[in-house]
């Protein structure tokens, strides 16, 4: 196992490229099952998350390469393979992707339950009402959903939760309705960018969706969908991050292809505790952080609001800022595994809830923490970033999931920042 080492307090400076969306790239990969002929995808990034969803599509009988430019190329060779084992989809939720492309292009589905995780309960009631409305036939059998259809049928889905829409929930629907038969209507469906991004790819595959990005996407299925070439987009969650990284040391960083218009929530944030935000006239987002920041409340929301894969990070900055936060966490109530960890290093945190209570302090000090989730590292290495002294950032496996060489690109800025074996 391996562990970051940081030394903190040195603002970061100059300027940093995002990577590819980890949490378009994964629905992406599993829309390629849905086409006759091959897909070629750029940007994809070099993830461990990226490298599950390959083994699980090569399971599943596709061919996948990357070319020596690092463009992936995918084909489906094998179609009569529809298992996603339990070994895969516990280690990746994102593996649920493959239940929809494989219902709606195989006929039929073996797909694991993924269960909860770090991060709380995470049910797919929704993904499976919405396949059920398009005519599958599903069952639960032995902890894995066996779905069958013969070709699936238009109809109108609602995809409404108890926390708003599902972005997986979405996708998995979504992809299935476009080989479907006659024409769907995804009500209430999942705005995020991620989702959009699938919707293009789909269209560039030969699909027939309306409304992407706005919560009622109109699908008219198509008999085939085809081989293209397309290109991820940058990973906002990534952008934010450095983002805060820039701001927790007093820096001054150009997140060079940061999207503006895909982080308005947390471009806003940043403004309002004092942090000055500003696009830049050669594109991206370019962040400069005073000294001290003030206080604010945040709540986390399905997109257009504040992500909740934001919602450690945002923890971190705020546990530095002058006076009383508060963070509420509606996505996920359970999402704060960062926070004694945080503790530990010297932050004034009370949970109470779905929430927590944050008292800002003038330091942290460095600490051996835990991680214990992709978001919670992230923060835990933010707090690192400003804390006094070293600390040692444990488990990084789960860093190395969904951020792509995140310390090369903080020592590229300046920071202290080195991988060690434990
Ligand atoms: N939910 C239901 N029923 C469902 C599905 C979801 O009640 O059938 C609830 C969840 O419990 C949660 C809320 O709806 O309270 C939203 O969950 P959603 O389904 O949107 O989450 P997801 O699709 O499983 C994706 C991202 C997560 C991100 C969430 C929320 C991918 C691969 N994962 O998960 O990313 O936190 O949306 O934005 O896209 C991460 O990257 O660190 C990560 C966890």
Do not use: W
């Given at each position: 196992m391996?562990?970051?080492v940081i030394?903190?307090?040195?603002?970061?400076?100059?300027?940093?490229?995002?990577?590819?969306?980890?949490?378009?790239a994964?629905?992406?990969?599993?829309?390629?099952?849905?086409?006759e002929g091959?897909?070629?995808?750029?940007?994809?990034?070099?993830l461990?998350?990226?490298?599950?969803?390959?083994?699980?599509?090569?399971?599943?009988?596709?061919?996948?390469?990357?070319?020596?430019?690092?463009?992936?190329?995918?084909?489906?060779?094998?179609?009569?393979?529809?298992?996603?084992?339990?070994?895969?989809v516990?280690?990746?939720?994102?593996?649920?992707?493959?239940?929809?492309?494989?219902?709606?292009?195989?006929?039929?589905?073996?797909?694991?339950?993924?269960?909860?995780c770090?991060?709380?309960?995470?049910?797919?009631?929704?993904?499976?009402?919405?396949?059920?409305?398009?005519?599958?036939?599903?069952?639960?059998?032995?902890?894995?959903?066996?779905?069958?259809a013969?070709r699936?049928?238009g109809?109108?889905?609602?995809?409404?939760?108890?926390?708003?829409?599902?972005v997986?929930?979405?996708?998995?629907?979504?992809?299935?309705?476009?080989?479907?038969?006659?024409?769907?209507?995804?009500?209430?469906?999942?705005?995020?960018?991620?989702?959009?991004?699938?919707?293009?790819?789909?269209?560039?595959?030969?699909?027939?969706?309306?409304?992407?990005?706005?919560?009622?996407?109109?699908?008219?299925?198509?008999?085939?969908?085809?081989?293209?070439?397309?290109?991820?987009?940058?990973?906002?969650?990534?952008?934010g991050?450095?983002?805060?990284?820039?701001?927790?040391?007093?820096?001054?960083?150009?997140?060079?292809n940061?999207v503006?218009?895909?982080?308005?929530a947390?471009?806003?944030?940043?403004?309002?505790?004092?942090?000055?935000?500003?696009?830049?006239?050669?594109?991206g987002?370019?962040?400069?952080?005073?000294?001290?920041?003030?206080?604010?409340?945040?709540t986390?929301?399905?997109?257009p609001?504040?992500?909740?894969?934001?919602?450690?990070?945002?923890?971190?900055?705020?546990?530095?800022?002058?006076?009383?936060?508060?963070?509420?966490?509606?996505?996920?109530?359970?999402?704060?595994?960062?926070?004694?960890?945080?503790?530990?290093?010297?932050?004034?945190?009370?949970?109470?809830?779905?929430?927590?209570?944050?008292?800002?302090?003038?330091?942290?000090?460095?600490?051996?923490?835990m991680?214990?989730?992709?978001r919670?590292?992230?923060?835990?290495?933010?707090?690192?970033l400003?804390?006094?002294?070293?600390?040692?950032?444990?488990r990084?496996?789960?860093?190395?999931?969904?951020y792509?060489?995140?310390?090369?690109?903080?020592?590229?800025?300046?920071?202290?920042?080195?991988?060690?074996?434990?």
């Amino acid at each position: 196992m391996e562990k970051l080492v940081i030394e903190g307090g040195k603002p970061l400076e100059g300027e940093v490229t995002v990577s590819g969306a980890k949490n378009s790239a994964l629905p992406i990969l599993a829309a390629t099952l849905l086409a006759e002929g091959e897909c070629r995808i750029d940007n994809v990034p070099d993830l461990v998350d990226i490298n599950t969803m390959i083994d699980l599509l090569r399971m599943l009988g596709a061919e996948a390469e990357r070319t020596p430019a690092g463009t992936l190329v995918l084909r489906s060779a094998d179609s009569s393979l529809v298992t996603a084992p339990y070994d895969l989809v516990s280690k990746m939720r994102a593996s649920i992707c493959v239940l929809g492309p494989l219902i709606a292009r195989r006929g039929k589905a073996r797909v694991s339950m993924p269960g909860g995780c770090a991060i709380g309960v995470r049910p797919i009631d929704l993904h499976l009402k919405g396949l059920k409305a398009l005519g599958a036939d599903i069952k639960l059998d032995k902890g894995y959903v066996t779905a069958s259809a013969d070709r699936l049928r238009g109809a109108e889905v609602y995809l409404g939760g108890p926390a708003g829409s599902s972005v997986t929930g979405t996708a998995n629907v979504l992809m299935a309705a476009a080989l479907a038969e006659g024409d769907t209507v995804i009500e209430n469906a999942a705005c995020e960018p991620e989702v959009a991004d699938l919707a293009n790819f789909l269209n560039a595959m030969g699909a027939r969706i309306e409304g992407i990005g706005s919560p009622r996407l109109a699908v008219r299925g198509v008999e085939t969908l085809k081989g293209c070439s397309y290109s991820v987009i940058p990973d906002r969650i990534e952008a934010g991050t450095l983002m805060a990284a820039a701001a927790i040391t007093n820096g001054d960083v150009l997140v060079s292809n940061a999207v503006p218009e895909h982080l308005g929530a947390v471009i806003f944030k940043m403004r309002e505790i004092g942090i000055d935000v500003e696009r830049d006239p050669r594109g991206g987002l370019r962040v400069k952080a005073p000294t001290r920041f003030s206080a604010s409340d945040v709540t986390t929301l399905p997109y257009p609001g504040f992500p909740t894969d934001m919602q450690a990070q945002m923890t971190s900055l705020l546990s530095l800022a002058e006076g009383i936060s508060l963070v509420s966490d509606k996505i996920y109530p359970d999402r704060f595994m960062h926070v004694p960890e945080m503790i530990r290093m010297g932050a004034e945190i009370r949970k109470d809830g779905g929430s927590v209570i944050i008292k800002g302090v003038q330091f942290l000090t460095g600490a051996e923490v835990m991680a214990s989730d992709l978001r919670a590292s992230a923060g835990l290495v933010l707090a690192g970033l400003i804390a006094r002294g070293e600390t040692e950032v444990h488990r990084i496996y789960h860093m190395d999931r969904g951020y792509e060489k995140l310390e090369v690109k903080l020592e590229r800025l300046g920071a202290r920042v080195r991988r060690a074996e434990e």
